[in-house]
């Protein structure tokens, strides 16, 4: 027997009335939820929508699905230095699974407890299989002023760092795609950074207060460094010698021509790590916030007042080559 | 040329930037959207998903989709008395038509600027069409106390009262459906009811400080007066006399049978009308916001504390049929 819509609301996504956190006023069940930040905060809120053969493959394991389709929105949250507060699940299904639904909603609430990011609401419709989660976080405000890590912060003089390693994604796409062929082995342990992304959440709030701009790294290095460089109106020397080393280790073996390999760090995509810029006065401060959130940081460049991107070498001789970063319409 | 990603989202989406609004402190172009509630405010929040052959026809005019897809959202802000702040798009499009993203962008916006609701982020990206929206609104806390008004609110000895008319989005559907033959003339004026529904926001604030619950006509009367007799736990007596006449003039002339005609209006759905319970002192009070929002509205039964729904006609008499709510798993 077919579940009917708001059965499989109540099944699946309508946990037992949890208590309610500060923020959350209203859960699911009612016209809206209702949200009431606390005195002196702003809401940070991020939309992303994933699609059946764009975002994933139709036979993903649907509890690393439903982790990923959460973890991409923690990201950005985690770009902004924002903490988790909630988020709705708006979800259309091709048809009643009740396996998958519960897998989904298994791997989805497990990283949403694991933030204290409960799910406040949404929507369930029949259609093409289509996962669109926004997430609600907070940010404080100090001395009136928005302590969000934006886009737009990086200044002329800044270090460029980036978070954890790049690369294993891409190349597990590469190989899924039938692009290119794996062991085995290989394939499985960068599949996994490819399905289930880690949202630097606890790097973002550590930086909160030491870096000046920051985004998270989803469509490729070079693409999102160049959306700071344009919200910032400045420019950008990135040391390809220093980002080679951005490669995670799995990658690097696979992966035979040191062109090849940069091209995975500089134009790869799902990686969500971060990348920001901070002062160079700062740099202790940096490797602090890193070691408090447990992920290492590397710095790969600087932030300058003249516009555009210039790769350099390690001794730093100019880099040509194409590395564009991902494009969901190009 | 295809448009990327980018490209796209700044020609249609992105807008010269608009004064911000109290609670808006940054709109689209960062991994985050900040909205900044006034003090002593929560925020409402809702998500509607419509999906193509699902919720609207392929052929539909983009713009009316573009009013529609904003309208089911804002009709649940209207249903909890909170005032538009601000919403999130996420768009799925199988390729890029321009003329239909103009005209689809321009439809939400005209809704979207006559309710002060700015478009502060969201996502696009390819795949089966696919429009996910979350609307944010305000509600004032009085004396710390949410003044939303809820499905949980009603109370025994509570008027069941709704606005407008009904029947028509139905009625036009199922003409579209093939399912019943209709004048031209009917058809075209039921439509626009189906594809350009109107969110009864003045009615919601105007109801804010007089309602006990309310709820906004999505599904059916009878299922959506299910939701508010569940959430309160309370039954109630309707009066499907008092009922039919909420019948829209247009869809009264084109359906011959009585029947027929209350089958419309309690099994219905996609009117977007407030259904609302107040208390009986409060019906002077009820109408001078009706008055006020310029929405005439009807009271058609009773809360009472007995659970169930009793359908009773013009004398008092048990009344019985099938009236069931559309659903979208059924």
Chains 1, 2 share one sequence.
């Not at 946990?15 to 209203?26: F, I, M």
């Not at 298994?106 to 997430?135: E, K, M, S, Y």
Request: aromatic share 4%; proline share 5%; net charge negative.
């Amino acid at each position: 027997m077919a579940l009917g819509e708001f059965d499989l609301i109540a099944r699946y996504f309508q946990r037992p009335q949890r208590p309610l956190t500060g923020a959350v006023a209203l859960g699911v069940g009612d016209d809206c939820a209702l949200l009431q930040p606390a005195p002196g905060t702003q809401i940070a809120i991020s939309c992303d929508m994933l699609v059946e053969g764009r975002h994933f493959f139709a036979d993903v394991d649907p509890a690393t699905l439903g982790h990923k389709a959460l973890a991409v929105n923690l990201s950005d949250l985690a770009a902004c230095g924002a903490r988790p507060l909630a988020c709705t699940l708006a979800l259309s299904l091709p048809h009643v699974d009740e396996a998958w639904l519960e897998a989904f909603a298994r791997g989805l609430f497990a990283l949403a407890d694991a933030h204290d990011c409960q799910l406040i609401g949404g929507d369930t419709t029949r259609g093409p299989l289509n996962i669109c989660i926004t997430v609600f976080g907070e940010v404080p405000l100090v001395g009136g002023k928005s302590r969000a890590l934006l886009r737009s912060g990086a200044r002329a003089g800044d270090d460029i760092w980036v978070s954890g390693t790049l690369g294993e994604a891409r190349l597990a796409l590469h190989c899924l795609q039938g692009q290119l062929r794996l062991p085995r082995d290989v394939l499985q342990a960068t599949r996994a950074r490819l399905e289930s992304p880690t949202p630097r959440i606890a790097l973002g709030l550590a930086l909160r207060d030491v870096a000046h701009a920051a985004i998270d790294l989803s469509d490729g290095l070079m693409g999102d460094l160049g959306h700071i460089l344009e919200r910032s109106r400045c420019g950008a020397t990135l040391d390809t010698a220093a980002a080679a080393g951005l490669l995670a280790d799995t990658a690097a073996q696979a992966v035979p021509g040191a062109d090849q390999r940069l091209a995975l760090v500089l134009a790869g995509g799902d990686d969500y790590e971060l990348l920001f810029t901070a002062a160079a006065s700062a740099r202790a401060a940096v490797q602090a916030a890193a070691q408090q959130a447990g992920v290492p940081v590397t710095r790969i460049g600087r932030i300058e007042a003249e516009t555009g991107l210039r790769l350099v070498d390690a001794h730093g001789q100019p880099v040509t080559g194409r590395y564009t970063s991902f494009d969901h319409f190009a």
